[in-house]
Nanobody
Framework: QVHLVESGGGLVQPGGSLRLSCAAS????????IGWFRQAPGKEREGVSC????????YYIDRLKGRFTVSRDNAENTVYLQMNSLKPEDTAVYYC????????????????WGQGTQVTVSS
């Protein structure tokens, strides 16, 4: 049974940084594409970033403008999302999920959602 757990969220001031973790049990994350999503209050859940296993390519939505970085730690069976230069509009619950596809355009077909971790950017 696949189980994903996000952690690392919290309260941070604008311009600050956080590193989110997506830890897995029941599956080796290195075998799968992994995506990060976020859902702000009153808004639809949106894909933020993903990492592809076939070639290690990573993708980010344009609005992030290089502020976020996704990476893997195979030994810890964990995928990270480093978030820098955070803005209030980044406030959301962040989720990770296994993806069938990781690409810059088009559906990712997520599954196996974690419980989410709250990120609040406020002064």
């Amino acid at each position: 049974q696949v189980h994903l757990v996000e952690s690392g969220g919290g309260l941070v001031q604008p311009g600050g940084s956080l590193r989110l973790s997506c830890a897995a049990s029941g599956v080796t994350l290195d075998y799968y594409n992994i995506g990060w999503f976020r859902q702000a209050p009153g808004k639809e859940r949106e894909g933020v970033s993903c990492v592809r296993i076939s070639d290690g390519s990573t993708y980010y939505i344009d609005r992030l403008k290089g502020r976020f970085t996704v990476s893997r730690d195979n030994a810890e069976n964990t995928v990270y999302l480093q978030m820098n230069s955070l803005k209030p509009e980044d406030t959301a619950v962040y989720y990770c999920a296994i993806l069938r596809i990781c690409r810059g355009t088009g559906a990712w077909f997520p599954s196996s959602w974690g419980q989410g971790t709250q990120v609040t950017v406020s002064s």
